[in-house]
């Protein structure tokens, strides 16, 4: 535990130094800004910085992963050589460097939400927003992680496969159940697409925007399962529950690769 | 000074105080439980017209309180009565009676008759005030009445069924009512109005009915303004009525499938303006309405914002916020009759080169996503995905199922304060 | 001490070691030569724990390797290349590694001193010259004072100056009895440091044995020469 906190603690001091990480914050901290600025109120700003979030975080955080790796390869090497067991330099390099980025945006962001004064107008709807974005960065962190893990010694692939799975993921994933409503119109589709929607993370997310932003708009929506998914606190447990396992799973499935590769 | 002209002067302080006495002597009654006078209707059958009827607090068991002249009726200390599930419990035949400061609880249920905590039939000039009335069927039913205030009353019930449950301030038939500063909960129709002339309807709180908050049929004239409507069942409906002013209201938390902020049929010549429409599953609904102005309001964080009947006509949507709402416009037909101008959208995506506050290319608040939904409800759950921003930017640019008429061509670049 | 009994290693297809067997006794100084993609380097991560085994055991002063690491306590290791965070100062690094042992550093400044790496200290790692890195590498190997020791190409980017001293620090950590194992492509760099001479060739161990043996039994004078002569003529030389 000692070691595990030292490594955390060395890491991020390191990377709080980079330009990468501060940079970050700052596109976060200018952006809140000038939606405070131009947008208006606070769930107009908090909408259009969930959008961004729901695009851009999962790419940086994957790249960010990814790139830790890659360029950490002989640093990582050497500290497999001490004696240290492997799941503690896991969790210790993979929070050290997910809680700066995590940090960066949830205080790049939440900065101008409270010298604009919409934090305190908007607490519940800030920490959501900010609390899933984090939660993003998380989960996207280390999928980056499994990917650079999983490509190792090919970085074309992995970069590759990256940008593919966020493209897939962010956009085109949406695009397949919009096609699959159309092709099975006929059906009662609800229970399909709420199950097929908390397949994905960034959907996931999403949902959880909706259920406090849209939620009158969906209790418009005459499907019975519809209503009592998200009419009660039903739909957010649910939602929140899956999230919580998108983070276990690539957390688990980065750390079961850290231990079992030949380096 | 003459002698005569003190005796006049006299004679003018005697009636003086003969008058400021006589109430007190002839006109005025006391009920209390424990007094010579221990039931309101007895001392309502005993008083003149004109006469006062002070009741001390305690719990009065009466109903069906005929009152036929003139009179004040004032509760001291907030005497409860109880009808005891019996009918009627204060039943208005005479104009200019006042009832106040009561606490009114147990009227009669029934399918056929609209028991009421206090009925006012066929009168001019009543005033009910500051009374409390809980638990009850109808709450306040006014029937044929010219004038007249109800102002500063609490009614609410607990019955969550439509049809068993009576509306809270009923008017039916009434000229110029003054409905002010009432709350009305858990009734099945907050404040209803039929064939009324000339209402004036303004600072009620009115929440959680099973139906309506407020709702206007065949009433023209008057106004409702600074009244505050949440959580009723299905918002405020105002139907079949003609030169009705809506202004500073605020609709707020009407959810649901047929939930509306407020319901239009029917409506011509009107005026909806400055009110907040804030998380109703749909802010304004319009059918078959024509010449109405909705102007300057503020319309957010609703499901539907507008949506409007191709029935509906020659209305015009000027100067309002329209802020984050999931969907802006929903219509059900390509072709448009209505006006939307000058309005400040939050989904706007266009630019102002010319800086003066208006975009340069229009607005068209009717998404392909709107379209979506309306044929495949479940993509509801697609709402606020990337894809589908990217496919309304696209039929934005290139309307190919969206109205092709339907636009703003001066859409606001900054809200309207 | 070292043992490994007929380790095998494979890449998926693509068998790396083929059932190697050694037994490097303590205080013994032994370098590791062979062809690239003879499987040296997969020999080190074995021992190191970087790698695991396909099959065979490995035993480290008496423990075996089985993904367990408090045996790499008695172990330093200098890579080939040296890369380290860029935003770290030397003595953030130093400390970092000392976070990670909980072992006395007990020549920490005696290194620092010997390398001449007191002016960098402050410095960020990224503005450190390649040699200096290096350095670092050795520094950190060495200033716990294990047991066993190993160098990775170690003087590949050091000038002479700090190349004599490095080989003059392995020298003086020989004396004290550690155990030393060094890859190198310089031969005569390994013949002034090693007195066991490891070859592998193809996933097998070719030769192991001392480094005057070999070149009797090649009838050479140079490490150099000797090992050539091996791979042309890979006969087995009696260990």
């Given at each position: ?49 969930s959008n961004v979030m729901l695009l851009f975080i999962p790419l940086?955080?994957m ?73 993003l960065?998380?989960?996207f ?20 496969f990256t940008i593919v799975i966020w493209l897939f993921m962010a956009i085109l994933y949406d695009g397949l159940i919009l096609f699959l409503v159309f092709l099975l119109g006929d059906y009662?589709l609800d229970k399909f697409v709420i199950i097929v929607s908390m397949l994905n993370p960034i959907d996931l997310a999403r949902i959880?925007v909706m259920?406090?932003?849209d ?31 998108w ?17 | ?325 999931s969907l ?21 995506e ?17 998404s392909l996503f709107s379209v979506i939904i309306e044929k495949q409800p479940a993509a509801l759950i697609l709402l606020r995905s990337m894809f589908i921003r990217l496919l309304d930017t696209a039929e934005r640019i290139m309307p190919v199922l969206t ?15 | ?239």
């Amino acid at each position: 535990m000692n070691k595990l906190t030292h490594i955390i603690r060395s890491e991020l001091k390191s990377l709080m130094r980079g330009k990468w990480v501060m940079g970050y914050g700052l596109i976060f901290l200018a952006l809140t800004d000038v939606l405070l600025r131009f947008g208006g109120g606070g769930p107009e700003t908090l909408l259009s910085l969930s959008n961004v979030m729901l695009l851009f975080i999962p790419l940086v955080g994957m790249i960010y992963g990814i790139l830790y790796i890659y360029q950490s390869r002989e640093f990582v090497e050497l500290l497999l050589t001490q004696p240290i067991a492997r799941n503690t330099l896991y969790w210790g390099l993979y929070l050290g460097i997910s809680i700066p980025l995590m940090s960066a945006f949830v205080i790049g962001s939440l900065l101008p939400l409270i010298w604009h004064g919409i934090f305190v107008l908007d607490v519940g709807s800030t920490v959501l927003v900010l609390g899933l974005g984090a939660v993003l960065t998380l989960i996207f962190v280390s999928l980056g992680f499994v990917l650079g893990l999983a490509f190792y010694d090919d970085r074309i692939k992995g970069f590759g496969f990256t940008i593919v799975i966020w493209l897939f993921m962010a956009i085109l994933y949406d695009g397949l159940i919009l096609f699959l409503v159309f092709l099975l119109g006929d059906y009662p589709l609800d229970k399909f697409v709420i199950i097929v929607s908390m397949l994905n993370p960034i959907d996931l997310a999403r949902i959880m925007v909706m259920l406090e932003f849209d939620i009158s708009a969906l209790m418009g929506y005459t499907g019975a399962v519809f209503n009592r998914f998200f009419g009660s606190s039903y739909g957010v447990i649910t939602a929140a529950a899956m999230l919580v396992v998108w983070l276990v799973i690539p957390m688990w499935s980065g750390l079961n690769v850290f231990s079992k590769k030949d380096f | 000074m003459s002698i005569p002209s003190q005796m006049k002067n006299l004679k003018y302080i005697v009636t003086v105080c003969l008058l400021m006495v006589a109430p007190q002597l002839y006109g005025q009654i006391s009920v209390s439980l424990d007094g010579p006078i221990k039931s309101i209707s007895e001392a309502v059958k005993m008083a003149e017209p004109g006469s006062r009827i002070e009741v001390q607090s305690g719990v009065y068991e009466e109903s069906g309180i005929l009152i036929e002249k003139s009179i004040e009726l004032v509760g001291i200390g907030m005497p409860v009565v109880n009808g005891m599930g019996n009918g009627f419990i204060f039943i208005v035949r005479a104009d200019s009676v006042t009832i106040s400061g009561f606490e009114i609880t147990n009227t009669g249920q029934s399918y056929v008759r609209d028991y009421a905590a206090i009925i006012i039939e066929k009168v001019a000039d009543f005033v009910i005030e500051n009374n409390v009335v809980d638990d009850v069927f109808f709450g306040i039913y006014v029937a044929d009445t010219k004038r007249g205030v109800i102002r500063n009353n609490r009614v609410e019930s607990y019955d969550l069924r439509e049809a068993s449950s009576g509306n809270g301030i009923h008017l039916w038939n009434a000229n110029n009512p003054q409905v002010y500063g009432n709350t009305v909960i858990g009734m099945r129709d907050g404040i209803y109005l039929e064939f009324v002339e000339d209402a004036d309807i303004r600072d009620n709180f009115s929440s959680q009915n099973n139906r309506y908050g407020l709702h206007y049929m065949f009433s023209n004239g008057g106004s409702y303004y600074r009244n505050t409507f949440t959580k009723n069942g299905a918002g405020v409906a105002v139907m079949y009525s003609n030169y009705v002013d809506m202004s500073d209201n605020n609709f707020e938390d009407n959810w649901g499938g047929a939930a509306y902020g407020l319901l239009l049929k029917d409506i011509k010549h009107s005026k909806i303006s400055g009110n907040r429409f804030y998380r109703n599953t749909v802010a304004i609904y319009s059918e078959a309405t024509s010449d109405v102005e909705i102007s300057g309001n503020h319309v957010e964080l609703n499901g539907w914002a507008v949506n409007i009947k191709s029935n509906s006509i020659g209305n015009r949507f000027i100067g309002n916020n329209f802020i984050e709402n999931s969907l802006d416009v929903r219509t059900d037909s390509p072709r448009n009759n209505n006006t939307f101008e000058g309005n400040y959208w939050s989904a706007y995506e266009g630019y102002d080169l010319d800086r003066d506050g208006v975009g340069d290319v229009p607005y068209r608040p009717v998404s392909l996503f709107s379209v979506i939904i309306e044929k495949q409800p479940a993509a509801l759950i697609l709402l606020r995905s990337m894809f589908i921003r990217l496919l309304d930017t696209a039929e934005r640019i290139m309307p190919v199922l969206t109205p092709k008429t339907l636009y703003d061509e001066k859409p606001r670049m900054e809200r309207i304060p | 001490m070292i043992e490994i009994k007929n380790l095998k290693k494979s890449f998926g297809k693509l068998e790396v070691l083929k059932g190697i067997n050694l037994d490097i006794p303590s205080g013994q100084a032994t370098g590791i030569v062979g062809p690239n993609g003879a499987g040296k380097t997969t020999l080190i991560k074995s021992l190191l724990g970087l790698t695991k085994p396909s099959s065979g055991e490995i035993y480290v002063n008496g423990t075996k390797l089985n993904g367990n690491f408090d045996y790499r306590r008695d172990i330093g290791y200098m890579p080939q290349v040296a890369r380290y965070p860029e935003n770290m100062k030397v003595n953030e690094l130093l400390t970092f590694i000392r976070g990670l042992r909980d072992q006395d550093a007990v020549f920490e400044q005696d290194l620092i001193d010997q390398f001449n790496l007191g002016p960098e200290l402050d410095k960020m790692l990224r503005n450190l010259s390649g040699g200096n890195r290096q350095k670092v590498g050795a520094t950190l190997a060495m200033m716990f004072d294990p047991q066993i020791l190993f160098f990775d190409e170690p003087t590949a980017g050091l000038d002479p100056r700090a190349s004599h001293r490095f080989k003059q620090r392995v020298q003086t950590e020989k004396s004290n009895g550690k155990t030393i194992i060094i890859t190198s492509h310089i031969m005569s760099e390994l013949e002034q440091l090693v007195d066991h001479v490891i070859f592998v060739l193809d996933g097998n161990v070719r030769y192991y044995g001392t480094m005057d043996n070999l070149l009797i039994e090649s009838d050479e004078t140079r490490l150099e020469s000797a090992i050539a002569k091996l791979m042309e003529h890979p006969v087995e030389v009696a260990i």
